[in-house]
């Protein structure tokens, strides 16, 4: 597991509430981050029937995972994720894997529809690029869609850049994007 704390709290200018990040820990977080893969798969899934992507393969590739095969792959050595929480809500997750040589990868970022552009997703990112980071990770990567430009927006605003292909995928609407973790 990552180093650091089991709680990251930040205040953010233009939130009313307080937004909590906790580490998830035990099967009741992981079937909360199972609600939110799904939401988000479900999301997907319609923009992406537009897009010609047949729905099985979105679901098989990206939003298949039982609450139990989440927990064992964010449970691992070098993996981690966190549920961002507002006056004690669960609100939004995202997950981050050790790939080896320096690199840490992002998985799943979700925050609730109601909740966007009100910061929870800047908070998710910041959270989790720390605790990359504390656990020696030079740079930090991801996997988006390119129509997902709210969340585009705010991996640019953090550093991240569009860069090669480092997985195969099904579609043709994948973006591979990464930034330095070095200050």
Same mark, same amino acid.
Not at 97 to 121: A, C, F, M, S
């Given at each position: ?25 035990? *099967?009741? /977080? ?10 988000? !798969? ?10 010609? $992507? ?5 679901v098989? %590739? +990206?939003? @298949?995972?039982?609450?139990?095969? =989440?927990? #064992?792959?964010?449970?691992? /050595? @070098?993996?981690?994720?966190?549920? #961002?929480?507002? !006056?004690?809500? %669960?609100? &939004?997750?995202?997950g ?7 690199? @840490?990868?992002?998985?799943?970022? +979700? ?11 800047l908070?998710? $990112?910041?959270?989790?690029?720390? #605790?990359?980071?504390?656990? !020696?990770?030079?740079? #930090? ?5 390119? +129509?997902?430009?709210?969340?585009? %927006? =705010? +991996?640019? &605003? ?14 043709? *609407?994948? $973006?591979? $994007? ?6």
């Open positions: 597991m990552f180093a650091g704390r089991d709680n990251f709290s930040s205040r953010r200018k233009r939130m009313d509430a307080d937004i909590t990040i906790r580490r998830a820990r035990d *099967i009741s /977080d992981f079937e909360v981050a199972r609600e939110f893969v799904s939401a988000l !798969g479900a999301w997907d899934t319609d923009i992406n029937s537009g897009a010609g $992507m047949p729905f099985h393969d979105v098989a %590739a +990206y939003f @298949g995972a039982s609450p139990q095969d =989440l927990m #064992a792959k964010f449970s691992e /050595d @070098g993996a981690d994720f966190f549920i #961002a929480h507002i !006056g004690g809500e %669960a609100v &939004g997750c995202v981050c894997t050790d790939e080896g040589d320096g690199i @840490g990868e992002v998985h799943k970022l +979700y925050v609730k529809p109601q909740l966007r552009g009100k910061r929870v997703g908070a998710l $990112m910041t959270t989790v690029m720390k #605790a990359m980071r504390e656990q !020696g990770a030079t740079t #930090a990567r991801l996997v988006t869609a390119t +129509y997902m430009n709210e969340a585009i %927006a =705010l +991996y640019r &605003g953090l550093g991240f850049e569009e860069c090669e292909p480092f997985d195969p995928v099904p579609d043709r *609407i994948t $973006m591979f $994007m990464q930034c330095s973790l070095v200050r």
